[in-house]
């Protein structure tokens, strides 16, 4: 598989946040996209994820199935963790398992990948956020999808579990998958391009000349 994002422009309220965006992302690598905050990485993200319209663009996922809707191939981590307080780690982890379909480990293999072996059966209003973060990682392993789209995803993770992560993503790369990653801070994902959205912000129209009297 591949990605091919051509021509992608975003438009946030009046603000058109980046255009003429165009990059082709081949299976077994990862795309690191930086910028400064506002520039349009999370926005970029939920475009490529179908939760979000461009404004102008197209993308497809050549190899799939359906490569112009391609949705069943993706998992998007957003900046929410999207768990249920009240149910245990492994329910949560559980129930998305059953949504995605296509399952891939078992809910004690991944979460024992991430690191909250034993914590199965603890609600998840009782974990620390760098917990919660690591059960919402572990989405990513309990169901198969090819290309994973992260938002800063070592957000509240600690050093060990950044290095836990990062190994979890190159073995995803190694084996052929894709993997769209916004982030302010270093990432080791294996073979990896670069992609400052920035240089896609649209110029500013220079102010009309001021009319004298």
């Known amino acids: 598989m591949r990605l091919v994002?051509?021509?992608?422009?975003?438009?946030?309220?009046?603000?058109?946040?980046?255009?003429?965006?165009?990059?082709?992302?081949?299976?077994?690598?990862?795309?690191?996209?930086?910028?400064?905050?506002?520039?349009?990485?999370?926005?970029?993200?939920?475009?490529?994820?179908?939760?979000?319209?461009?404004?102008?663009?197209?993308?497809?996922?050549?190899?799939?199935?359906?490569?112009?809707?391609?949705?069943?191939e993706v998992h998007y981590l957003g900046h929410l963790d999207a768990h249920k307080g009240a149910l245990s780690a492994q329910e949560n982890l559980a129930f998305w398992r059953d949504m995605l379909g296509r399952p891939a480990l078992t809910v004690a293999q991944a979460m024992e990948a991430v690191g909250l072996g034993g914590l199965e059966r603890l609600p998840v209003a009782v974990l620390s956020a760098g917990q919660k973060r690591r059960l919402a990682l572990a989405r990513l392993l309990v169901a198969e999808r090819p290309l994973w789209l992260l938002d800063e995803p070592t957000t509240a993770l600690d050093v060990t579990a950044q290095a836990r992560f990062a190994e979890l993503a190159r073995a995803h790369v190694e084996a052929g998958g894709l993997i769209v990653a916004a982030t302010h801070a270093p990432l080791d994902f294996g073979p990896s391009d670069a992609l400052d959205i920035s240089a896609w912000r649209p110029a500013r129209a220079a102010p009309e000349p001021a009319v004298s009297a």
Do not use: H, Y
């Open 5 to 72: 994002v051509e021509n992608l422009a975003c438009r946030r309220g009046v603000r058109l946040l980046f255009a003429g965006l165009g990059f082709t992302l081949e299976a077994g690598r990862a795309l690191i996209v930086t910028g400064p905050n506002g520039t349009g990485k999370s926005s970029m993200l939920r475009l490529i994820a179908g939760l979000a319209r461009p404004e102008a663009g197209r993308m497809r996922l050549e190899g799939a199935p359906e490569p112009e809707d391609f949705a069943e």
